[in-house]
C-alpha cells in the first residue's frame, strides 16, 4: 500500500478498531457481572478467588475503554484534520499508565520504523 492509501484507510480502521474494543468491553463487562454473581453463590477461599478475577476482569474493562477512547480519538483528528495532536488524543484516555506507555510509544523515535528506501522504482502517481 501507498501512504496515500494509508492515510485513507486509517480513521476508518481506527474507528472499526474502537468499535472492537469498545465491544471486548462490553463482553468482559458481562463476565465479571458473572463472575461477581458465582462469587456470591460461594464462601470462603474461591469466593475470595472469584472477587479477585472480578476485580481484574474490571481493569480489563477499563483498559479497553481507554484503548477505545485512544484510537476513537486518532480516527476523529484524522477525519476532521488529517493530521494528529498526540498531546490531545492522549488528555482523553482515562488511565494516565496507559497513556503514559502510549506517549513513550509515540515519542520514542526508535520505535519508529525507518523510511522506505526513496530509490525502491515504485512509481508514485498524484
Do not use: N, W
Amino acid at each position: 500500500m501507498r501512504p496515500a492509501q494509508v492515510a485513507a484507510l486509517a480513521p476508518p480502521v481506527l474507528s472499526a478498531l474502537a468499535a472492537e474494543l469498545d465491544h471486548a468491553g462490553d463482553l468482559c463487562a458481562r463476565l465479571e457481572d458473572l463472575v461477581t454473581r458465582l462469587a456470591a453463590a460461594v464462601q470462603g477461599e474461591p469466593r475470595e478467588l472469584a472477587l479477585s478475577e472480578a476485580q481484574t476482569l474490571d481493569v480489563l474493562t477499563q483498559h479497553l475503554a481507554a484503548l477505545s477512547v485512544f484510537t476513537r480519538g486518532l480516527s476523529d483528528q484524522l477525519t476532521s484534520a488529517r493530521t494528529v495532536d498526540p498531546d490531545a488524543v492522549l488528555a482523553q484516555v482515562p488511565l494516565s499508565e496507559l497513556a503514559g506507555r502510549l506517549r513513550a510509544c509515540l515519542y520514542d523515535a526508535t520505535l519508529i520504523p525507518p523510511p522506505k528506501d526513496s530509490g525502491s522504482g515504485d512509481l508514485d502517481l498524484f
